[in-house]
C-alpha cells in the first residue's frame, strides 16, 4: 500500500489501475481472480492470493509496481475508459452515491475526504498519462510501501520469500506517513433534495462532530459501536421504539456511528417512512427523539444487556482461527488508513474500558452542534 496526496483520489484512482496494468503485464485481466487494485481516501493498494509457497513469486509480481510505467500510451488511454466505464456503472442514475458525495463535500469540507474518489466524468476524461507517471514516481517508492502478509506462513518464511523476490529490506526507523489531520469546518446544516417521481421515498441523515477531548482510535471506534448497537434497540434509550415499533414514523432504518479520527465521529441514519410520513416530518421526528435520548441518557438495564450481547466486535480470543482471521482482517484495515495496529494483547484490554459513563459522555456529543446534512429522495410531493 501507498499513501498518496490528499484529495487527489481521481488521479491516484488511475495510476493505480496502470500501475497494476504495468506490473502484471498482459495477464492483468487473467489474474483478476486471485488479484485487485483498490484506491480508498488514503492508499492506493494491491493485492495478490495464492499458496504459501508461491510466496516469492507473489512478491516478486508485486515488486512490479514500483516499475516506472512504460505502457503504450494507447493503453494509458483505454485504461481511463475502462474508468469511465466503472464511474457510470457507480454512478450513473445511483441517486444515493450523487447524495453521499454531496454530504461528503460538504461534512468533510476543506480536508481530503471531502474529495471524491472516482470523480466526475470531467475529471476523468481530464486524466492524463503523465500526470499519473509523476504521481507514480512520487508514491510507489519502496520507502513508501506497506506490505502486510496474512496467511498460514510464518515471519521467517516470510523475511526468506522477501529476499528471494528482491525486496528492499524495511527500514525500522523510517518516518511514520500520517494523513493530513482532519478539522472539522464551522458548525453548519444543510440539505439536498433529489426528486425521483418512481424512488420509494428515503431520508439520510448525517452529523459530524468534535469530541472535547481525544479518545485513543480503536477504543473510540468500540465505544462507537457499542452505541449504535444500544440506539438500534427497541429498548429504552434506543430509536426503534420512538420512530418505528411505537412511533410509527419509519418503516425500517439503519443507524452507524463511528470515529472519523481520535477526535470526530460521525452518526448516519437512512430510513424508509411510514405510510403518511414526509422526510421533513421524519427527519423533525428524527431530531426530537435523539434530543430526548441525549437528555435522559442511557438507562443501566439497556447498557447491560446490550454489552452482553456485543459478541461480534471483537472475536473469540481463545478460539485461534478466528482470532488470526480477525486480526488480518483488522491489521489490513488499519494500515490502509494510515493507522498503526495494537497488538492482540492491547486490543483484549479494551473491553474494560466500556462503561455506563462513557457510553451516555459520547452519546452526548451527538447533540452538539457539528456539520449535519439531510437528503431527501423520492417523489417531492413525499418531501414536505
Avoid at 266 to 276: K, L
Amino acid at each position: 500500500m501507498f499513501p498518496y496526496p490528499s484529495g487527489q483520489g481521481p488521479r491516484a484512482h488511475y495510476t493505480e489501475h496502470l500501475a497494476w496494468l504495468n506490473a502484471v503485464g498482459g495477464n492483468a485481466r487473467a489474474a483478476d481472480r486471485h488479484t485487485n487494485a483498490w484506491t480508498n481516501a488514503y492508499v492506493v493498494g494491491y493485492w495478490l492470493s495464492d499458496r504459501p509457497d508461491d510466496l516469492p513469486d507473489l512478491l516478486e509480481t508485486l515488486a512490479g509496481v514500483f516499475d516506472p510505467l512504460d505502457l503504450p500510451p494507447s493503453f494509458a488511454a483505454e485504461e481511463r475508459n475502462i474508468i469511465l466505464r466503472e464511474y457510470e456503472y457507480r454512478m450513473a442514475g445511483n441517486t444515493d452515491a450523487h447524495a453521499a458525495e454531496a454530504m461528503d463535500a460538504f461534512l468533510y469540507q476543506g480536508h481530503g475526504l471531502a474529495a471524491s474518489i472516482i470523480g466526475s466524468r470531467e475529471q476523468i476524461m481530464a486524466l492524463t498519462y503523465g500526470a499519473a507517471r509523476d504521481l507514480h514516481a512520487q508514491t510507489h517508492r519502496p520507502d513508501l510501501a506497506t506490505v502486510v502478509v496474512t496467511g498460514d506462513i510464518t515471519e521467517r518464511q516470510v523475511r526468506r520469500a522477501m529476499r528471494e523476490a528482491g525486496w528492499p529490506v524495511a527500514e525500522a526507523d523510517r518516518p511514520r506517513i500520517a494523513y493530513s489531520v482532519f478539522t472539522l469546518a464551522e458548525a453548519a446544516e444543510t440539505s439536498f433534495r433529489y426528486p425521483h417521481e418512481t424512488a420509494a421515498p428515503r431520508l439520510i441523515w448525517r452529523r459530524v462532530v468534535t469530541l472535547p477531548e481525544p479518545v485513543q482510535f480503536d477504543l473510540l471506534e468500540a465505544q462507537t459501536a457499542l452505541l449504535r448497537d444500544i440506539l438500534d434497540t427497541n429498548l429504552p434509550g434506543g430509536l426503534v421504539g420512538p420512530l418505528r415499533s411505537d412511533g410509527a414514523m419509519a418503516r425500517s432504518f439503519d443507524v452507524h456511528i463511528w470515529p472519523i479520527d481520535e477526535r470526530h465521529i460521525e452518526i448516519s441514519f437512512r430510513a424508509t417512512p411510514d405510510r403518511g410520513v414526509t422526510l421533513t416530518g421524519l427527519r423533525t421526528a428524527l431530531d426530537a427523539t435523539l434530543s430526548d435520548i441525549v437528555l435522559t441518557g442511557i438507562p443501566e438495564d439497556t447498557y447491560i444487556r446490550v454489552l452482553n450481547r456485543f459478541d461480534g466486535f471483537w472475536p473469540d480470543w481463545d478460539d485461534r482461527k478466528e482470532t488470526a482471521d480477525w486480526m488480518a482482517d483488522y491489521v489490513r484495515d488499519r494500515v490502509s488508513t494510515l493507522r498503526e495496529p495494537l497488538s492482540e494483547r492491547a486490543l483484549k484490554r479494551l473491553n474494560g474500558n466500556l462503561s455506563l459513563a462513557t457510553t451516555n459522555a459520547l452519546l452526548h456529543q451527538l447533540d452538539r452542534p457539528g456539520r449535519t446534512a439531510s437528503a431527501f429522495i423520492g417523489p417531492e410531493d413525499s418531501f414536505e
